[in-house]
Structure formats: structure tokens, C-alpha cells
């Protein structure tokens, strides 16, 4: 793995690039690139060779470029012939939006001081504007606009465009839109912030001594309960006082009028108590501490009494024994030429697209989806892996589908369906050779959970019961053959008269 550093400086970013060297990371060895971002650059695989590129807007040049670093030269061009300006602070996203398994190009951008939303759809590997996906425009009467997120937020394998918004400039009525897909209907998913007396608001922080850097509204995604619904964290405010702590939002079934044509709603958990303790928090995200599958919270404070910044670790102590499956996608490369009959792994990528589809205990049908490292700038702080929730069901995964990003002129989609995967497990796929996906390979590790114990408890115990049952009866079949050989013994024999 290589390490990417934003240096910022009177609004220009440069970028340098530590090169990492098998188990090492040499800080003399570096690239800076001739070329300064006007934002926070988002890191992309543009034509689909499993190489990491680097998408924003340079200093001196309107249109979006990418930076190219194959074998470690800097190549640079047009990426797209976008009119419009890029928003600072953007949220641009690369992940299908499409459910074709091949990443899109999602921008925010300007147009007239107004905000707009660019998707740009990859077609035969080659990236043309489209109009018809998600709405371009912010919602309607929105005052303050936060980062794009994307999720399948319903469950139906397709990503939603997800934004927190501020309807006045206070913060006071605050709410999350998810799109519709196919119109420019957003429909609000979350819009009562208050508990009891006390109303709460998104915040977003301006650049101080201790933190010189802006923390834009934002909200973190990922399923703490496994049940295949994502779920989200996000910093609250006081809005009539000066405290600030990270929520749980859990996805849950609508029970409002204005969500029941999408079926799902955030419902804000406010009595969380280890949450609740941790007052002045600036961000707060997921992150598999213990790698069992479980997803756990991070989440960043300020200690505005000396001036300090604390990380604490939450553990996740769910206690349904839900089930998951955890998927990671590598880039089936080599760093030279790979060894004959040795397949090349390498790191995790940008842009891979992963659905499932099961049934869920009553027999209905269960899909969930989600785009790995879809979103690199304004501390997005992905997990470099995706872990799909499935409930309480214990069955196989009926299909496992992944898709990488398309090559520049390529028609052949590049997926591949793995079928009856267990649950609790660990899949990494290598993707090798990249246009031939029958010949993909994945390991699976298996991570047993609480219910394994419980059933080999369960399976000891039937099987006591079993041989007690059986040792009762052979007793008592015993003791009745005795009572017949002294019957017999006992018995007076005529014919031996």
C-alpha cells in the first residue's frame, strides 16, 4: 500500500505520494505532483485497469483532470467535458448507479451559484452524462447542503443518493433526503430531530487553531445490526446550547406520511449511553476493531479545556446473533511480473460493486448492495472492505455477484456470481485474469459466531438426553431378562418326567 498526503496551503492542495515497498514505507522515497488540486482530490480507477487514479480540478484549468501514476510517471489529461464548475467542498462518488456492476461517476458541482448533481454513466467503459438517474438539483427550500452518501438503503440492490440538508441557515430543521430514482423527487427519510424539549441540528465546523481544517455536514454509513439495512452516524448540535455528540441513526420501517413511497426512515437512537458520555464531537464513523464482522464505532472529540483531540473506541455489543457476510475486492496485480502459476492478490480497490441475494427466514427475497471505497475526500473514512448485513437467517447466500470497473472501450461487463456462500464468512475476491471472470478466485474464512457454540451446546445436550434415554431402556430390558431366567430356572419341566 502507497500513502496519498493533501498539503494545503492558501486554498491550492498539493499532493505527494510515499511509495510503499513490500512491508515497509520509505519516507525518502515520494512523488509530488506537478500539478495543484483546487480541492481534496477523489482517488478513482478511471479506465479500469486496476490502478488507482487521481480525479479533481487543477489549479489554472476549469475541467476535471486525472492523474495517471503507472509505474509511478505522472500522466495527465482530460477526464470529462463538464461545464460547470466543481462545489468545494464536493462529495463526488465513484460507484455504479445503475446496477450494470460497473462504477459511475457521480460530481457536485456549480452552475449559477446554485448547487447541481452530475452523474455521469460509464457505457462500454467510456464515461457519458446522464439525465435521468437521480435529481440534479438540491431539494427544494434546502439552505445549507451537506456531503453526498450513498447506500442501498431500502435493500433493493440499487444505491440511493443520500443528503443531509439544513432548511434554515441555523440548522434548526435539519432532515436527510433520499432520492428516487429515475426523477427529481427527493423524499425526506429523516426530519424530526427533536427529543423531548430539546432540538438538535446538523453542524459543520469551521477551520480553528487546534482543527485548521473545515468538517463539512456529513453522515457515516454502516450496518450495526446486521439486519441488511445500513444505518448512520452523525454529529448533532444543541441548538439551543453548545454541545455537540455523535448519534446513531438505525434504518428502520417507515412510520411517517412523507417516507411511505420508499418503505424505510432513520429513527435517531437518543439514549445511547456511551454515545451520550462523549461530549464536543467532531466526527464519528465505523470500523471493524475486533475483525469478527461486527462493526464498531470511532468516534473524535474536542477537549476544549486544553485543547486536545481524543479518539474513542466504542465495541458494538449487539447482542441478536445476526449474520453477515464481509467482502473485499483486490486489484489481481503484481508489482512485476507474477510467477508462473502463482495468482497475483494485490490491495484493495476503488469501484468494485458487491449484491447478494437470498431468503430471509419467511422464504421472501432478501438483496442488499454496496460499493467499495466509493468516496475518498472530506473524511469520508470508508472501510477498505464492505460488510452486508443478513439478518437472523442462517440459510447460504443464494448468489454472491461482484463487478469491477469496466477498461476504456470495453462492452464486456466484468462480474462474476459465486453461489451457497456461509453466512459469517470472510470473501476475498481476486479478480485475475480482469476480462476473464470465470477464472476469478475467492477465499472464504469462516467466522463463527455466538450461534455455533449455542448449537454445539444444544447438539451435546440431545445427545445426553439421547443416551440417557437409551441406558434407561437398556436397564430396564436388562432387568426384565433377569426376572425371566430365574422364571425359567423356577419353572417345573414335564417332559423331563
Known amino acids: 500500500m502507497d500513502v496519498l498526503l493533501t498539503l494545503n496551503s492558501t486554498r491550492n492542495m498539493t499532493v505527494v505520494v510515499f511509495w510503499g515497498n513490500n512491508q515497509t514505507l520509505d519516507p525518502n522515497v515520494f512523488t509530488i505532483l506537478s500539478q495543484s488540486f483546487l480541492d481534496e482530490p477523489l482517488v478513482l480507477d478511471f479506465n479500469g485497469d486496476m490502478?488507482?487514479?487521481?480525479?479533481?480540478?487543477?489549479?489554472?484549468n476549469l475541467r476535471p483532470q486525472i492523474c495517471s501514476l503507472i509505474g509511478r510517471n505522472q500522466t495527465w489529461f482530460a477526464a470529462l467535458d463538464s461545464v460547470n464548475k466543481?462545489?468545494?467542498?464536493?462529495?463526488?462518488?465513484?460507484?455504479?448507479?445503475?446496477?450494470?456492476?460497473?462504477?459511475?461517476?457521480?460530481?457536485?458541482?456549480?452552475?449559477?451559484?446554485?448547487?447541481?448533481f452530475e452523474i455521469w454513466e460509464n457505457k462500454d467503459g467510456n464515461f457519458s452524462k446522464s439525465l435521468d438517474l437521480y435529481a440534479t438539483q438540491k431539494p427544494p427550500n434546502a439552505k445549507k447542503i451537506g456531503q453526498s452518501t450513498f447506500a442501498d438503503f431500502d435493500g433493493d440492490g440499487r444505491q440511493d443518493h443520500l443528503l443531509p440538508v439544513c432548511m434554515d441557515d441555523s440548522c434548526r430543521e435539519s432532515a436527510i433526503y433520499r432520492t428516487v430514482p429515475g426523477s427529481d423527487k427527493w423524499i425526506p427519510i429523516l426530519s424530526n430531530l427533536k427529543n423531548g424539549d430539546t432540538?438538535?441540528?446538523f453542524t459543520s465546523r469551521?477551520?480553528?487553531?487546534?482543527?485548521?481544517?473545515?468538517?463539512?455536514?456529513?453522515?457515516?454509513?454502516?450496518?450495526?445490526n446486521m439486519d441488511g439495512f445500513p444505518d448512520a452516524l452523525a454529529i448533532l448540535k444543541n441548538t439551543s446550547g453548545s454541545n455537540k455528540q455523535a448519534f446513531l441513526l438505525e434504518n428502520v420501517p417507515c412510520s411517517d406520511v412523507s417516507c411511505r413511497s420508499v418503505?424505510?426512515?432513520?429513527?435517531?437512537?437518543?439514549?445511547?449511553?456511551?454515545?451520550?458520555r462523549i461530549k464536543n464531537a467532531v466526527v464519528a464513523t465505523f470500523f471493524d476493531i475486533y475483525e469478527d464482522g461486527i462493526l464498531d464505532v470511532l468516534v473524535l472529540n474536542e477537549n476544549k479545556a486544553n485543547s486536545e483531540l481524543t479518539i474513542h473506541a466504542l465495541r458494538n455489543n449487539f447482542d441478536a446473533d445476526a449474520y453477515f457476510v464481509k467482502v473485499i475486492v483486490l486489484s489481481g496485480l503484481c508489482s512485476s511480473?507474477?510467477?508462473?502459476?502463482?495468482?497475483?492478490?494485490?490491495?484493495?480497490?476503488p469501484g468494485p460493486y458487491i449484491m447478494y441475494t437470498t431468503a430471509d427466514a419467511n422464504g421472501y427475497l432478501k438483496n442488499a448492495s454496496a460499493g467499495q471505497l466509493s468516496q475518498?475526500?472530506?473524511?469520508?473514512?470508508?472501510?477498505p472492505y464492505v460488510v452486508l448485513g443478513l439478518g437472523r437467517s442462517a440459510n447460504f447466500l443464494d448468489h454472491l455477484f461482484v463487478g469491477i470497473p469496466r477498461a476504456i472501450g470495453t462492452k464486456a461487463v466484468r462480474k462474476r456470481e459465486w453461489t451457497a456462500i456461509i453466512p459469517n464468512s470472510q470473501l476475498i475476491v481476486i479478480p485475475y485474469p480482469h476480462n476473464s471472470p470465470k477464472s476469478w478466485s475467492a477465499k472464504l474464512y469462516l467466522t463463527p459466531s455466538n450461534i455455533v457454540l449455542l448449537t454445539a451446546i444444544a447438539l451435546i445436550g440431545v445427545c445426553v438426553f439421547i443416551l440417557a434415554i437409551i441406558g434407561i431402556l437398556h436397564w430396564q430390558e436388562k432387568k426384565a431378562d433377569d426376572r425371566e431366567k430365574r422364571q425359567e430356572a423356577h419353572r417345573f419341566h414335564f417332559d423331563a418326567m
Open 86 to 116: 466543481m462545489y468545494i467542498p464536493h462529495s463526488h462518488a465513484f460507484i455504479d448507479l445503475n446496477k450494470d456492476f460497473t462504477a459511475d461517476l457521480f460530481l457536485t458541482t456549480m452552475d449559477a451559484n446554485e448547487i447541481r
Open 199 to 201: 432540538i438538535w441540528g
Open 263 to 276: 418503505g424505510r426512515m432513520f429513527r435517531v437512537l437518543w439514549d445511547l449511553t456511551d454515545l451520550n
Open 51 to 60: 490502478i488507482p487514479d487521481i480525479f479533481g480540478t487543477v489549479k489554472g
Open 337 to 349: 511480473d507474477c510467477p508462473r502459476k502463482v495468482t497475483p492478490f494485490g490491495v484493495n480497490q
Open 376 to 383: 475518498s475526500a472530506h473524511f469520508a473514512l470508508q472501510l
Open 206 to 224: 469551521e477551520p480553528t487553531d487546534l482543527l485548521p481544517y473545515p468538517f463539512p455536514i456529513s453522515i457515516h454509513i454502516g450496518d450495526y
